[in-house]
C-alpha cells in the first residue's frame, strides 16, 4: 500500500563541516556504509522499492552511489573482494531511484514539498538518512516496516516518535497526544510545536525522522508559511492534519542514532562496530 520512499537529502549538513563541504552528509559512512543506504535498506524491508531522493546542490555523490561503477565491477569481478559489492548491487538492482533537486534549502517541508513531483497522489514514506534506525534483538521488525502496519490500521499521518530528555525538546518536532485503543505506543496528536523550550514543550515525545504521510499534505505544505528558523516545516503542515485527527504517533520497537550530531554518529558507529565483534 506505501510504494514510495522519499529521502529529504539536500541540507547543508553544517555541523560535520569541513567532512560536508563536498561530501553529502547522508554519504558518510557508519562503517563501511553510508548513512542513505542504512535507509534504503530498511526501505527494502518494508516491502518498499521506489526511492525518491530529493538532493541539492554538491549531493552527486549520492547518484552514482546508487548507479554501477562499471570499471570497479570490472576490476573486483572474480577477486576476493567482489562480497564487498554484494548488498549495493542487490539494491541497485531491486529498486528504482529518481533525483529531484531543491534549489533553495528553505527547511524539511519545502523539501518534501520538492519531492511531490516525485511522489504524486498516494500515500508515501519518508526517511532522514541521518536518524540511524536501527531493530534490536527484540523486534525483528525495522521501524518503517512498524509504522506501514500502524498506518494499514489508521490510514492517516504516522510519526515515528521516542522521549528524549526534557532538556533536549529545542531539538525535535514535540507532540501532545491522546491513546488510542488501550495502547501505550499509539497516540492521536492533538498539538505538535517545532523546537519548543523545554517549558514550553507539552510532553518530552520527539518526532524523529520518519513519516508515513497522506498525499494532501502537499496542498497543506504549499500554503504553510516558514516557521521556526525562517524555515517551512513539516510540522507546522502536520499541526493541520493533526486538527482534522489524522496524525497517530508512534512509539516504536527498535533503536535511533542522531547521525546527523556529532555525539550520535559516534554513537552509531561504535554500536555496530560492536556487532561485528
Ligand atoms: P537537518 O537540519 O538535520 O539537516 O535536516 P542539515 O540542515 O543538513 O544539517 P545541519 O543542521 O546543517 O548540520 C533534517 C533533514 O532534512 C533535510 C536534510 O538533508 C536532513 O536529511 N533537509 C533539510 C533538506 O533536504 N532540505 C532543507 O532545506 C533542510
Known amino acids: 500500500m506505501i510504494n514510495k520512499c522519499l529521502f ?31 535507509g534504503v535498506e530498511e526501505a527494502v524491508e518494508a516491502g518498499i522499492h521506489t526511492m525518491a531522493i530529493v538532493t541539492g546542490r554538491g549531493k552527486r555523490a549520492i547518484e552514482d552511489h546508487f548507479d554501477t561503477s562499471f570499471e570497479l565491477e570490472q576490476q573486483i569481478e572474480g577477486t576476493s573482494k567482489e562480497h564487498l559489492l554484494s548488498e549495493i548491487r542487490s539494491l541497485i538492482s531491486e529498486c528504482t531511484f529518481s533525483y529531484t533537486r531543491q534549489r533553495e534549502m528553505k527547511g524539511l517541508g519545502h523539501a518534501i514539498l ?4 516525485l511522489i504524486g497522489n498516494e500515500p508515501f514514506a519518508v526517511i532522514l538518512a541521518d536518524d540511524l534506525c536501527t531493530n534490536t534483538p527484540d523486534c525483528a521488525q525495522g521501524i518503517l516496516s512498524q509504522m506501514i502496519k500502524v498506518y494499514e490500521k489508521y490510514q492517516c499521518s504516522i510519526v515515528a516518535i521516542e522521549e528524549v530528555p526534557l532538556d533536549q525538546t529545542n531539538k525535535y518536532g514535540i507532540i501532545a497526544g491522546n491513546p488510542v485503543d488501550g495502547t501505550d505506543n499509539i497516540y492521536r496528536v492533538t498539538d505538535m510545536i517545532e523546537k519548543p523550550d ?35 516545516q513539516i510540522t507546522d503542515a502536520l499541526l493541520e492534519q493533526a486538527k482534522q485527527g489524522n496524525v497517530i504517533a508512534y512509539k516504536f520497537d527498535g533503536k535511533r542514532f542522531d547521525c546527523g550530531s556529532i555525539d550520535g554518529f559516534v554513537e552509531a558507529t561504535n554500536y555496530f562496530y560492536g556487532k561485528t565483534i
Not at 12 to 26: C, Q, S
Not at 114 to 117: A, D, I, K, N, P
Not at 202 to 225: C, Q, S, V, W
Request: net charge positive; no cysteine.
Open 8 to 38: 529529504p537529502a539536500a541540507g547543508y549538513g553544517t555541523r560535520f563541516l569541513p567532512a560536508t563541504k563536498a561530501t553529502p552528509k547522508e554519504m558518510l559512512p557508519i562503517l563501511t556504509k553510508p548513512l542513505i543506504q542504512y
Open 198 to 232: 523545554p517549558k514550553e514543550a507539552p510532553t518530552n515525545m520527539a518526532i524523529i525522522g520518519r513519516y508515513i504521510l497522506t498525499p494532501d499534505i502537499f496542498n497543506i505544505l504549499k500554503e504553510t508559511p516558514a516557521g521556526k528558523g525562517g524555515e517551512i
Open 114 to 117: 520538492t519531492g511531490e513531483t
